[in-house]
């Protein structure tokens, strides 16, 4: 089965940063929840990414030799991009918006970033010498989930980190884990928000057989590594800046 696996890190990160500008321009130019064909195609292979972004953030995990920074690196670009993910917001109005809650809601403050640090936190919490007990740890996962509800992906895409990284070497078991976790965000998405777009939140389920190609590899190319360690993380600011400069002059 092995001499299957075709994919390394970087080319499935290029997918996930592929399906991501398509899902973000749609969300920008077809604003709401249309029922049409083509930005519903659009969110679809937007929903690649998430799961794609948690796999790695749980692989990083394995294979950082300095958590810490790593860490540090993880919520620095969680802090650049709520600027970016609020600019390219569609409900945008101003400087005041870059405030939490200040528009009075409470899901969608901030981006999807800020669940990804908090889910390599709920790694460490689990494998954690110092916190002794796992009824303490337990708890402090379920303060981490409170810490990043708000965000976009809500708490979701840090359990998810939590379940790759629990069950490395378990490719089933952590799509399976996946698969739970965004049902529940589908379940209230479907109820609160939209019910067509609550179904749509399953489409991540087409980031299995990308994932299943997996090597374990970055890349054979440490220029190219090098490269694209920084660029899967610069991007995500970067391009919602360019989507909300476009949104503001057209």
């Known amino acids: ?27 920008a130019i077809f604003p709401g929840y249309p029922a049409e064909w083509l930005p519903l195609a659009m969110h679809m292979m ?21 958590i810490n920074k790593y860490t540090f690196r993880l919520f620095a670009f969680a802090i650049l991009s ?6 390219a917001s569609t409900d945008f109005a101003g400087w005041k918006s870059f405030i939490p ?21 709920m790694l460490r919490i689990k494998d954690s010498q110092k916190i002794k007990g796992n009824t303490l740890k337990t708890i402090l996962v379920i303060l981490v989930c409170l810490i990043c509800f708000p965000s976009d992906w ?15 070497g378990k490719f089933k078991t952590q799509m399976l884990y996946m698969i739970f976790y965004v049902a529940m965000y589908a379940t209230v998405y479907f109820f609160s928000i939209d019910r067509l777009y609550g179904l749509l939140q399953m489409a991540v389920v087409l980031s299995i057989p990308v994932l299943r190609l997996y090597n ?20 995500y600011p ?13």
């Open 101 to 121: 809650f200040y528009d009075g809601n409470i899901l969608d403050q901030t981006s999807v970033m800020w669940s990804l640090a908090w889910g390599l936190v």
């Open 82 to 87: 709520h600027f970016a993910y609020l600019f």
């Open 216 to 235: 374990g590899t970055r890349g054979k190319n440490r220029q190219v590594n090098r490269f694209m360690k920084w660029f899967f993380y610069l991007y």
């Open 46 to 66: 937007g929903r690649l990414t998430c799961p794609i972004m948690c796999y790695f953030i749980a692989e990083g995990y394995h294979y950082t030799k300095n």
């Open 154 to 168: 809500s708490c979701i895409a840090a359990l998810c980190i939590l379940a790759f990284g629990t069950n490395r």
């Open 1 to 27: 089965m092995q001499e299957h696996r075709i994919l390394n890190a970087n080319i499935i990160k290029t997918i996930a940063i592929i399906a991501m500008t398509v899902d973000h321009v749609a969300w």
């Open 238 to 250: 970067l391009h919602l800046v360019i989507i909300g400069w476009l949104q503001a002059v057209r």
